[in-house]
Each structure stands twice: as C-alpha cells, then as structure tokens.
C-alpha cells in the first residue's frame, strides 16, 4: 500500500466536504478497497471511513418498502428479521455474499458503489426495481449503474441507503467462479409490483437486464417460458474462466433456475 | 510399560503450539535490527536488460541498499547449481544453463528477480523498488513445453540450449517395444497433458540472513524442507561459505509439498546481503510472489501407446512425453520426468517391454520441479488413463482388464523393464477392498437413478504404485544424482533416562515428532513424554537430507531405529557388566535388560545413569555415554501402492461436476500411527483432485504472462469442492527396512487425478467422450457434453 | 502519518503507533508480537489471518489498524483458558485436524465464529462457512469432524465417538 491520511468521518457532511478532495476515497467495509490498496493499484491520499456515521447504519420498513442503509453489513442484511420477511430472497443474495469474514465487514453501500461486475448486490437493486439514496438526491436502479466500475455518483456524492420495494417473489441464482467464488454469471428474478425483472451480474462489463425474459415471464411465470431465450454473447465478458458463449448459456441456466425457484 | 504406541492414533505433540498460536514460522522470527527486503522482478517474461538505474531508490527514505545482478557477479557470486545431471540417449550430457541469483543481462520469466532493495521496513523497501528504473528491451516469449521443441520457437538459451531442448533422454528396449507393439492385437493410443500446477503451501517462503560481525558466521533461517542441503547448495555453490561457518535454521515450516526443497534466489540474497549492509535482512514472500517464484510441477505433454493381445494382457507400453523445465533448472527439476517418471511406467502391471523416451524443453516460465508426488502421478495419470482407454476399446470391465494384468501377490520380488525392483504387493487386494467399499457392484444402478434426475454419473479406477523412501545413493549416483540420499539420526539418552532424537529428517506438517516419538518410546520403552524430536537445525543435526518423496520413516525412521540398535548394543554390554553376565546372554525388552532365564535386571535408566555416572563401568571395553549416531543409506526404493475409486456427477446444464464418493485402499506397509497416515491420505487427495477438477496454472501463450497469479484465479480446493474421504489400508511390508514402512505421503495427489478423469470418462460414455483434460472445469464438461450430444445427434 | 491506535486484545489494553497503511495484522504480528494471526494471501481469500473484532470473525489482512480503534480484538492466542485448551482445539487435536499448522488459528477462529451463530452446524453447514479459509494439507475431512465435535462440546454433549481410535481422556 502506499501511504495515505486516514480520517474517520463524524457526520455525512464532515465525509462530502473531505472528498472535494478528488484524490481522498471513501472507505465502507473495505473489502474490495483494501485489497485494492494492498495491490498498489490506487494511490489516494485520504481515506474517509464512514464506520462513525450511525445514520448510515440500519434496516427500517418504510411502509411497502426496507431501507437499508449504506454501512449495512451483508451479514446483518442475512440475519435481519425485516429482511428476510418482506424480502427473502435479498436476505439469502446477502448471506452468500464473499465469505463468512468478508460479510462481517462488507456493506451494500461500498458494494453497489464499486460495482463491480462479478458483485452480487447490484443484480438485486435492478432486479428488485430499487433506488439508491444518496446525499444529494434518489436514483433509480436502471440509471445508478452505469458501466464497468462505474456508477451515476457524482464527485462528492455518497450513497446513504438503498430503499427495495417488498417483494416476496423473487431468487438470485448464482454460478460461481470456482476460483475468486466471485459470480460468473449471477440471474436475479424478481415478480416486483412493476413487473417482472430479470437482472445478470457478472456476465458483463456492469449489471444489465434481460427484457426478452421479462416480457415472456410477465405473459407466462414458468422456466419453459425463456428455455429458447439466448441472450447475444456480444459483449458478454470472457476470460479465462468462462467464455462469452458459456456466460450467454449460464445466464439462460441461471434464469430458469431463479424463476423454478420463485414458483 | 503400555502395550507400545506403533500402530496406535496418539495425538500429536506438535498440536499444542500450533493451536495456541505458538508456533514459530520463520515470518514469526525477527533479530534485532534488522531490515527488510523486497524483491524487484520482471514484468516480462523474456527481455534484455539494457540498463537498470538504482540511484533515485538508493536515496529513497529508509533505503540502506539497492543491490542488482552485477553486483553479485562481480563478487564471484555463483549461480543457483541443478542437483542431477541426466544425460541424453546419445550419452551427452544435459544442458546447464547458468541460474543467476539476481538476473544479469536477460529476464527469463515473469516474476525472474531483478534487484533486492533492503530499507528500515518492509513498506520503504517497496516504496523505493518503484524507484529503480529497468530499461528492457522486451523480446518474444514462449511457454508451452511442446511449442518451445518447434522449429522457429523464441530461444530461452540461445547457443546454450539450441532449440530450448535440454536434453532428450530414453530408458528401455525401443526396439523391443516396437516389435511387441507391431504383433499386438490392438493397440490403444492416447494423447495427454498433465496440467501445469503450483504447490501453493500456505506459508509463503521467507528468509533471514544474518551475519555475525564478531564470528564471522553466518545465520539463515529459511522454510525450507532440508536445511542440510540448503546448508550445503548455498554454501559450496553459490556464497563460497564454508559449512562450519554457515548455519541453517528451518522452524516450523508451514507445507511444502515438494516445494521448499530447492534452494532458492531470496535464501542466498539475504546472506549475501546481511554482510553487506552488516544487518539481519528478512525477505517474505508476498502470495503473489509465491505464484511467480516457487516452483511449479507437473506440465508434461504425452502421446502414448499400449499394446494389449487378444486376451487383454498388455504387451508393450511406449511412452513419448515433453517436460517443461522452465527458464532455470531448479535444484532436482531434470529427474522428475525421468528417474521419478520413466521409471514408474509399468504401474502394478506385468507389461512385459516399456520404453520412455523425455524431453525436457526451456520455456519462459517459473522453473518446474518436484511437486506432491513428483513423476509418479504423471505416470500414473498416463498409465491408469490408458488401461481405461483400453477396456473401453476391449469391451471389457477396467476392474477385470486391471486384475488380468496386476503383478501377481506371489511374483515379489519383481523386476520390471523399466529399472525397479518391487519387493513387495497385493494389488488383487487393495483393489477388492476399494471396490467393494465403493459399491461398485451397485454402481449402474445408481448411474440410472441419477440419470432419472438428469445428471451423468460416473466411477473410475486407478491403481499406482510409487517408488518412495528416496534412495539408494549409489544407484542415483549411477544416475546421475548429485547427491546422497541417505538419512542421519542421533539417539541421546541422558543420564535420567530421557530421550533426544536427532533427526535430519525434517517435518512441514507430518508430525515427525509424534511419529518418530512412537518409534523410541517403543524401541527403548521409555514414556513417550519422555522422548524429545529435533530437526530443522543444521548446527544441531550432524546431517540431513530432509523430508519428501514420502522418505522420512522409510529413510529418516530407519535411521533412528540404527541409533537405537547401537544403544541398545552398548546397553546389553554395560548390562552384562553390572549383572556380571555375558553380553549376549542379556536380552532387551520393553526398557529392560535381564540376563536370559533370570529375573536380573536393569532399567533403561538405570544403565543411562551407569553410562554418565561410570563407577562400575567396563572402562577398558567401553566409553562412556549413551549416544549415538546412525548413516542408514536405503538398499531399495519403497513401493507403496493401492486402488483409488472416484464417483461423481456432472450436471449437463452448467458442467459442473460433483464428486460423490472417493474411496481409497492403500498399501503403506507397517503404520505408525493410523491418524496421521490418514491425514496425509486426505490431503494428497485433495490435491489430486484439485489437479482433475480446478488447479491449473495458466501462462498467455504470446506475452507469456501468468494468469493464474492470485487465488482470485488459480482454484485451490476448498471445504465444499471436497467429499469426506472413505479410507482403508491393506499391509504387505517392506522387505528391506527394519519397520516395513513404505510411506504415505504422496498416494493421494498419484492416485486421486486419473481416478476421477476415469471417473468423468466414465460418466460421459454414453455420449462417446473418450478423454478429458485436466482441470476437468464446468465449461471443459459442458462443451464435451454439447459437441458429442450434437455429434450424436448429427449420426 | 503516524498514529496511536488503542484496542483491546485478548482482554488487554494495548496500543501501538503505526502508519495509515499498517494492517490489523501487522499491528498483532508486528507491532504486538502475537505471530498466531498468520498472512497466507495477499487477496484476502486464504483466512490465515481470521481473527474476532467485537465478537465477529474478521480478515486482520483487509482491515487498517486505524479501523480497529476502541475494538475489542480476540486472536488465537487468547482462546484458550491459561494452559487448558479450548474445546474447540482440542477438538482439532483430537482429530488430527492439523498438520502443518499455518491454516489452523484462521480455521479455528472461523469454527467459533460459525458455532456462535449456529450451534448444531450439519458437515455441510461447516463446509460451506468454511469457503474463507484455505487448508493445504488436510483435505479439510478432519477439520469438519473437528468442529462438529468442538461444536458437540461446546453445547454441553459428549463428544461424538472419536472416529480416529483417540481414547478420551
């Protein structure tokens, strides 16, 4: 790692008026930042840690929805009662999170910031329909990611909390890599009061929906609904672990199995 | 006294300290003022260093030096030295090409060492490495072992290994071969390549140099899995200290599986380097380091063919294999694919004529060396995968085609084509026992059942033999061995009674000092608790060849039991003495000596303290004390061997793979301790097994860059990739070791590979599949699946 | 920049002044002496260095030193009871769930953790929670026999019949 300043932030202000200083990171749980840092493949001269923020912390019900807020660590998000009643299926995408030591520690807030393309929370927040509060403003799911480690988050902006409709109806399936344990394909399928979403992590360069599989599902909830729905490889990551071809076949895989689950 | 502990599950005495986080790793050591080293490598895998420019890093804060190749060079410093010299058919010898400590001219492979710059911590050494400016002048690279042998291929060596060919080596009739082959009923041929693996021990390596300003000495503690040779390699070879004046500390080490045996750059980089800059310098490795430094295993590419007559015996086997090298020859790289491999090519079978003909290729890759097993899994992947080929192409059960050909129980001692001389087996056995542990017998039942539930399931067969207890030094000298391959041990009984053994074995996780207590506390029938095992300490231990190639009790423990001998010898005469008998009227059992048909007798203890407190003592026979010393030098290699049974599952949706059950019947000859001979059953499996389903170590064919140099890519077995593991051990002893132990470390890592491949082989039938490469991954299964499922559809 | 951490370690106060960058790990290893947390990998995937922060299983190798200000920091060293071992260990005593032993503080830090939040762990359940820590030599069998005796004892039952032949003692 190269040397840095560290700051514990007090309150949200005190951690957006530090980061007008392009060069400073924010710092959630850590678990990709750190490993990052370690790699020497970033170079900020300060790091602001949001742990001494409480507001950033918790899980409420708000009506027909949970909000989450941004310093949530996976391992709450699994254990929570309120989780796991109006939204089972997030529960579980969280307990499967990294392993158990990296749930301790790693947050929704860092997480869907990151965006990272194997990361398993962004196929939740498209696939539940979610919005992302931050200190500035809400943005929607289907404009808060907006590429590869990329987001719609300005300079300056921090995420606060992550507020999903209560969906009762809905599964992540995920294929690991057997490497990382990261998503190779990740297929979140969701029955929202939108209707039906169908969000793949990991495929891609960033999270993206599948509207093909969506249409067929509204008109008919079942695996065979999609069996002949392939989506293109173009653009679909390949690698050494998996090849586009593959990853366009698992996310088909991966749906059918979602939506089994669901029924 | 108990019954005795051989053959007994005592917990391990080792275990204390490791639980209680007190065990002490050489990361764990710091000496006073020391600093840092950080290892600056190459980014590229083949280049010409033009210039390197050191001064920024040199003013850099807490830098103390900055040292680069031609500073060692101009010392005289030597290169790393290749511990066996294997010669080509047409008698000329291997090509040996210098090993630089710290790269001079060229880099070699990625992760090749460039410089070492040491500082006041480990952070200001990295810091100021960024600071060094390498010109290079990037050059193409090659990685693959059989496209190095092609004309027109990059050249790692130039004029010194023209054609990267290091040497091309041959063992057996090839013209016998031939002839068998020609009136053979059928012949079944295969071609195969055994997957490039990093051992991966989860120690890092680490070294402290330190030398000692007042004395002259100097100190290296090191993982390493033989200090003796690490003592003996880097002082005569490389740094120019003499033994006396070099000592070498190994304490715990944390794995090794082959890995630490060889001397490498960092070892002699810190000794160097701590009287340069008058300091201890430390040096650990970063993981990511590890992948790029350690070296690897494995990497063969095989072709293969097996004659069988009209009645399934196998007539003749010819093997044509292609080793990688690597960049460098590392410490025993060039008898792997040869003396460890060639060797071992007739199995447990009687094929009557064999003929193995290696080339061993330079690439721009870490250098390859002895991994878990070493030759013999390779051997045994070829063997068993070309047996299954064969029952497939005969019809025939691969159960019922193995027992045809098995060396009979009754035909030990057996000599095969290919050099060894088995002395003793019963492969008949092991393989009922796995089969029947395995259900083989209900085995379609359950493919139709999983059938049922969409999923292919499949079992396989290997059986192996190895050649363990690492070895006769006249014949590897008459081979080509640099090196003796004997084993040292010292036996100290104080005079209260106590015990200190002495041994140049030296464990990484095998509890020598559990299984070698055993071995005293029975032989001289003292408590256990009162027995003592050290190792790892070059100015402690008269001399040691350390711990692999499952030697440590075949080797190390036969040693031990010498010593003993001569202690309980000079016992029996201090005995006589006292008791006023004849010498050889005493006799030795459970910790007393008694004249024959008396109840006269005397303690263990009691002599011990006769021996240190001499007033009634045969002075003019005898010196005092009771310590002493043993050289055992093994009369043969150890023959282990035994039937491995994998079932699994492969879901066609995804490819991914299932292992159900793995059943395991070893040989090991007499067993110590059952619990650790287990243990080390379950991790070498696991290992196999990571070799046929995850690991593979993935250099870019253009740029040669590695791929797999994290755990985020390269796919270490975890807890839920593994089955629990069913085991059972049939014993045939070793005739020529006084224990009859044959050794169990490396079994499951040769067997697990080709037991599974059968295994998926063997599941894919139906759709025609008749070979699977290693890792077997879920895309490798799923585009087997499709293209024979389209192929199938298409006919 | 330098700074004073203060933490809590195995029931001690402790402190020690380190740099922005300095690990939790370095700060036990290093700075603390206590060389049981052990670092395996550089991508916080081996688990070597599982150690308890506030009761909960944490990666000491991704977590700044900085971060674990006012923490309460439980590391192998503190598990047992003086000299007599915690059940847990001598559950991998009793099973040979060691070997080389550089795996093993992670291994058992992450078995306590698991048997906190699931006393009654099936072999699944612990081959799962184990997807964190990285074994070379055990082939992990022994290790899940292990924790499904430590967690036995830990919940007041008689250990499950030793499978090994270790008479108990």
């Known amino acids: 790692m190269y040397e840095f300043q560290y700051h514990r932030a007090t309150s949200l202000d005190d951690a957006a008026s530090r980061l007008a200083d392009e060069e400073a990171k924010l710092v959630a749980g850590g678990m990709t930042l750190i490993p990052t840092l370690k790699l020497r493949l970033a170079k900020p001269t300060e790091l602001i840690d949001l742990a001494a923020i409480p507001s950033l912390k918790g899980i409420t019900e708000e009506g027909d929805a949970v909000v989450i807020g941004a310093m949530t660590r996976h391992a709450d998000v699994n254990r929570s009662d309120v989780v796991k009643r109006a939204i089972p299926a997030l529960a579980t995408l969280a307990g499967h999170i990294g392993d158990p030591a990296v749930r301790n520690r790693g947050t929704i807030g860092g997480s869907i910031a990151n965006n990272d393309p194997a990361a398993d929370y962004p196929a939740a927040v498209v696939g539940l329909n979610a919005t992302v509060r931050t200190n500035k403003r809400e943005i929607a799911a289907d404009q808060f990611f907006t590429g590869l480690f990329e987001t719609a988050l300005q300079p300056g902006e921090i995420v606060t909390a992550v507020r999903f409709p209560k969906v009762a109806q809905a599964n992540y399936q995920k294929f690991k890599n057997p490497a990382s344990r990261y998503a190779i394909v990740g297929v979140f399928v969701a029955r929202t009061p939108a209707g039906v979403r169908v969000a793949v992590s990991g495929a891609g360069a960033c999270v993206f929906r599948v509207p093909a599989m969506e249409t067929a599902l509204a008109a008919n909830f079942s695996p065979d609904a999609i069996k002949d729905i392939q989506i293109p490889q173009d653009g679909l990551n390949s690698d050494i672990h998996a090849s586009a071809e593959y990853r366009a076949h698992l996310v088909n895989v991966m749906a059918r199995r979602a939506v089994q689950a669901c029924a | 006294m108990p019954d005795g502990t051989i053959g007994t599950p005592v917990r391990r005495r080792e275990d204390y300290r490791f639980l209680t986080g007190q065990g002490t790793y050489t990361d764990d050591i710091n000496r006073p003022g020391q600093l840092y080293a950080y290892i600056l490598r190459s980014p590229h895998a083949s280049a010409r260093i033009n210039a390197i420019n050191t001064s920024a890093a040199k003013t850099a804060p807490g830098v103390a030096a900055v040292f680069v190749g031609q500073d060692m060079a101009a010392e005289g410093i030597g290169g790393l030295p290749c511990g066996w010299l294997v010669n080509s058919k047409d008698g000329s010898p291997m090509k040996e090409p210098p090993h630089p400590v710290l790269a001079v001219e060229r880099v070699r492979h990625v992760g090749d060492p460039v410089a070492v710059i040491i500082a006041e911590s480990y952070q200001q050494a990295k810091d100021a490495a960024e600071k060094v400016a390498v010109d290079y002048a990037v050059e193409a690279a090659v990685v693959d072992p059989a496209a190095a042998l092609q004309p027109g291929a990059p050249q790692v060596w130039g004029d010194q290994a023209p054609g990267n060919l290091c040497y091309d080596w041959a063992l057996g009739d090839e013209a016998a071969v031939d002839a068998a082959l020609r009136g053979a009923a059928r012949v079944v041929k295969i071609d195969l390549v055994n997957n490039r693996l990093v051992p991966n021990a989860m120690e890092p390596r680490a070294a402290i140099g330190e030398f000692n300003r007042a004395t002259g000495d100097y100190t290296l503690y090191t993982t390493s899995q033989n200090p003796h040779v690490i003592r003996l390699l880097m002082g005569a070879f490389v740094l120019h200290i003499p033994e006396a004046r070099l000592r070498v500390v190994a304490p715990d080490v944390g794995g090794g599986f082959g890995s630490k045996i060889y001397h490498y750059a960092e070892e002699a980089i810190v000794t160097w380097a701590s009287a340069k800059v008058r300091k201890p310098v430390k040096w650990t490795a970063e993981r990511s380091e590890s992948f790029m430094s350690d070296a690897h295993g494995r990497d063969h590419v095989t072709h293969a063919e097996l004659g069988v007559d009209a009645q399934g015996k196998f007539v003749a086997l010819k093997v044509v294999t292609i080793a990688n090298m690597g960049a460098y020859l590392s410490t025993f790289a060039t008898c792997v694919p040869t003396y460890l491999y060639g060797t071992l090519l007739a199995g447990t079978y009687t094929t009557p004529v064999i003929f193995c003909e290696t080339k061993a290729a330079f690439t721009n890759t870490v250098p390859v060396d002895a991994y878990r097993g070493a030759g013999r899994p390779e051997a045994t992947f070829l063997v068993e995968r070309i047996v299954d080929v064969a029952a497939d192409e005969l019809g025939m059960d691969p159960a019922e085609l193995r027992r045809r050909n098995f060396i009979p129980a009754n035909a030990f001692p057996y000599q095969t084509p290919v050099a060894l001389q088995y002395d003793s087996g019963d492969y008949q056995t092991t393989l009922q026992m796995a089969l029947q542990a395995a259900d083989y017998a209900g085995f379609e039942a359950r493919r139709q059942q999983a059938a049922a539930r969409g999923k292919y399931r499949g079992i396989g067969i290997a059986t192996y033999i190895e050649a363990c207890g690492i070895a006769p030094s006249a014949v590897v000298g008459s081979l080509g061995a640099r090196a003796g391959l004997f084993e040292s041990a010292e036996v100290r009984v104080h005079p209260t009674g106590s015990v200190t053994v002495l041994t140049g074995s030296h464990a990484h996780g095998q509890g020598h000092e559990t299984t070698f207590a055993q071995l005293v506390a029975d032989g001289l029938g003292v408590p256990i608790d009162q027995v003592e095992i050290v190792h790892g300490d070059t100015d402690k231990i008269a001399f040691g060849m350390g711990t692999y190639g499952s030697r440590s009790l075949a080797v190390g423990g036969t040693a031990i039991v010498k010593a003993m001998d001569k202690v309980i010898a000079k016992g029996k005469k201090i005995a006589a003495h006292i008791l006023e008998a004849s010498d050889a009227d005493i006799e030795f059992k459970d910790g007393r000596f008694t004249v024959a048909g008396t109840d006269r007798s005397l303690g263990i203890g009691e002599i011990a303290l006769t021996a240190y407190v001499p007033h009634n003592f045969p002075h003019e026979e005898l010196e005092p004390g009771l310590d002493e010393t043993a050289f055992y030098d093994p009369k043969n290699f150890t023959f282990p061997s035994g039937a491995h049974i994998a079932e699994i599952e492969i879901d066609p949706d995804t490819g991914r793979l299932e292992i159900c059950n793995f059943t395991a019947s070893d040989d090991f000859g007499r067993i110590i301790n059952p619990m650790i001979v287990a243990g080390q059953v379950h991790g070498g499996l696991a290992q196999g097994i990571g070799q046929a389903v995850l690991e593979g170590c993935v250099y870019d064919k253009t740029t040669g860059q590695l791929l797999t140099g994290s755990y985020n890519d390269y796919a270490m077995p975890r807890a839920d990739d593994l089955p629990n593991f069913s085991l059972s051990t049939h014993a045939t002893l070793c005739t020529h070791n006084p224990l009859g132990v044959k050794g169990c470390g490396e079994a499951g890592a040769i067997g697990a590979p080709a037991a599974i491949a059968n295994a998926i082989v063997d599941a894919l039938k139906p759709l025609g599949l008749r070979h699977v490469e290693m890792p077997a991954t879920p895309e490798k299964l799923w585009r087997a699946i499709r293209q024979h499922q389209s192929g199938a559809a298409a006919e | ?169």
Do not use: W
């Open chain 3, 1 to 169: 920049m330098q700074r004073t951490v203060s933490l809590t370690v195995n029931g001690k106060p402790a402190s020690a002044t380190v740099e922005g960058r300095t690990l939790l790990v370095q700060l036990l290893r290093e700075h603390l002496g206590l060389t049981g947390t052990h670092v395996g990998c550089d991508t916080s995937q081996c688990g070597a260095c599982v150690v308890h922060v506030n009761g909960e299983a944490v990666k000491s190798c991704t977590l700044l030193a900085v971060q674990a200000e006012g923490a309460n920091v439980l590391t192998i060293e503190g598990v047992a009871n003086g000299d007599t071992l915690h059940p847990m260990q001598e559950a991998f005593r009793n099973n040979h769930a060691l070997q080389c032993g550089f795996c093993t503080p992670g291994m058992v830090m992450s078995a306590l953790d698991l048997v906190k939040d699931n006393p009654r762990p099936t072999d699944r359940e612990i081959r799962e929670y184990l997807e964190g820590n990285l074994c070379r030599c055990t082939g992990y069998h022994n290790i899940v026999l292990a924790i499904a005796e430590g967690a036995a004892v830990m919940r007041g039952e008689a250990p499950p019949a030793n499978p090994h032949g270790v008479a108990a003692e």
